[in-house]
C-alpha cells in the first residue's frame, strides 16, 4: 500500500512539473510533447490512485514538493537543455528530443542499435587526462618548491613535495571519479526499476508515451504508436529504449565505479611521475632542466592525444598543451621564488 501511494505520488509530481515545463518551454513542438506528458503522468495517476481506493484507502493530498518548486524554477531559468541532469534525475522524459535534430530512424531494429557504442573510447579519454592532470599539477609544484629552494641539498624537499603532491592528487581524483560513477549508476539503478515496474503494471501507458517522444522528433503520431507498441513486447528491449528515449540516460556511458577510480588513480600517477623522476636521479640545475624538458614533451604528447577527441590539428592540441602547462609551471616557480627569497 505505501508503495502505491509513493508511486502515486511521484506520477502526480511528474505531471505538476511537465506542466511547468510545457508553460516555460518556448519551442512549440517540444511545449505539446511536455503538456501531452503531463496528461499521460495524470492517468497513470489516476491508475493508481484506483488500486488504491479498491483496497479501501484515499489518495492524500497534493502540494509540489520543494525539489519539484526548484527543478522547475531551474529549468524555466536556465532552460531544459542546461537543466538535463537535474531533470533526468527527476525521471523527466522526452530529454532525448534536445539536441536530436529530426527523426532519422525508420525501425524497431535501428532504434534498438542507434545508441550502441563501446566503452573503450571513455576509457581512453579518461586516461588520458587523467595523465595530463597529474602532469600539469605536479610539474607546477614540482617547479614551485624549486624555485623556493636555494641549496642543491634541498631537492630532497622537491622530491617529499612531488610525492606528497601525487598521492594527494591522485586519491583526490580517485575519489571524485568513483562516486561521480557511482552516483551515475545509482540513478541508472533507480530508474530501470521505476521503468520495469510501470511496464508491468501499464504498458499501454509506457508505449503512448515513448510514441509522443517520437513523434515530437519528427515521427509520424500513427507510426510513432505502432513502433512503440511493438517496442513493449520486449521487456529488456523496452527498457532499454524507454531509459535512453525517454529519459536520456545511456547505460552503456556508464562503467565500474572501481574501475574508473583504478584508471583515474593510475593514470594521474603516470603523469605525476614525469616531472618527479628526474629529482629522484639526479639534482640541483641537472634535474630541474631535465624536468623541465620531461614535463615539455610529455605535455605535447599529451595534447596532441587530446585532440583526437576534439578533432583539432595534432600539432595545435600539441603546442596549445605545452603553452598552458607553460604559463602554470612559470607562474608557481616565480610565486615560489619569491616566497623562498621572503621566508626561507
Not at 25 to 30: I, T, Y
Not at 140 to 152: I, N
Not at 177 to 199: F, M, N
Not at 294 to 305: M, R, T, Y
Amino acid at each position: 500500500m505505501e508503495r502505491i501511494v509513493e508511486r502515486w505520488s511521484e506520477e502526480t509530481q511528474s505531471a505538476w512539473i511537465y506542466e511547468q515545463l510545457a508553460r516555460s518551454e518556448p519551442d512549440a513542438s517540444k511545449r505539446e510533447l511536455f503538456a501531452e506528458l503531463a496528461k499521460a503522468a495524470h492517468q497513470q495517476a489516476g491508475l493508481l490512485a484506483t488500486e488504491l481506493r479498491a483496497s479501501g484507502a484515499d489518495t492524500p493530498g497534493f502540494q509540489p514538493s520543494m525539489r519539484a518548486r526548484f527543478v522547475a524554477w531551474t529549468a524555466a531559468r536556465l532552460g531544459v537543455e542546461r537543466s538535463k541532469a537535474l531533470l533526468a534525475a527527476s525521471k523527466v522524459r522526452g530529454l532525448s528530443t534536445y539536441g536530436a535534430g529530426h527523426a532519422s530512424v525508420v525501425s524497431v531494429e535501428a532504434i534498438g542499435a542507434r545508441h550502441k557504442r563501446t566503452g573503450s573510447g571513455g576509457t581512453l579519454r579518461a586516461a588520458v587526462f587523467g595523465i595530463n592532470d597529474g602532469l600539469v599539477s605536479n610539474a607546477s609544484l614540482v617547479l614551485g618548491v624549486a624555485g623556493a629552494t636555494t641549496h642543491a641539498a634541498d631537492s630532497s624537499a622537491v622530491v617529499v613535495a612531488g610525492v606528497a603532491g601525487m598521492l594527494a592528487g591522485a586519491f583526490s581524483m580517485a575519489a571524485g571519479e568513483w562516486i561521480s560513477v557511482r552516483t551515475q549508476t545509482e540513478l541508472w539503478e533507480g530508474q530501470i526499476a521505476e521503468e520495469r515496474d510501470e511496464l508491468e503494471r501499464y504498458p499501454a501507458e509506457e508505449a503512448e508515451e515513448l510514441a509522443l517522444i517520437y513523434h515530437a522528433r519528427g515521427f509520424e503520431l500513427e507510426a510513432a504508436r505502432a513502433m512503440a507498441r511493438e517496442l513493449v513486447t520486449d521487456k529488456e528491449r523496452a527498457l532499454a529504449t524507454l531509459s535512453r528515449e525517454a529519459l536520456g540516460l545511456d547505460p552503456d556511458e556508464l562503467g565500474s565505479p572501481l574501475a574508473a577510480a583504478g584508471w583515474s588513480f593510475g593514470s594521474f600517477c603516470i603523469g605525476s611521475l614525469v616531472p618527479l623522476v628526474p629529482w629522484l636521479v639526479a639534482d640541483g640545475d641537472l634535474a630541474l632542466w631535465s624536468s623541465i624538458a620531461a614535463a615539455a614533451v610529455v605535455l605535447f604528447l599529451v595534447g596532441a592525444a587530446t585532440s583526437l577527441f576534439s578533432g583539432r590539428n595534432l600539432a595545435f592540441g600539441g603546442l596549445r598543451m605545452l603553452a598552458i602547462g607553460t604559463a602554470a609551471g612559470a607562474a608557481t616557480w616565480l610565486i615560489g621564488t619569491w616566497l623562498g627569497a621572503s621566508v626561507l
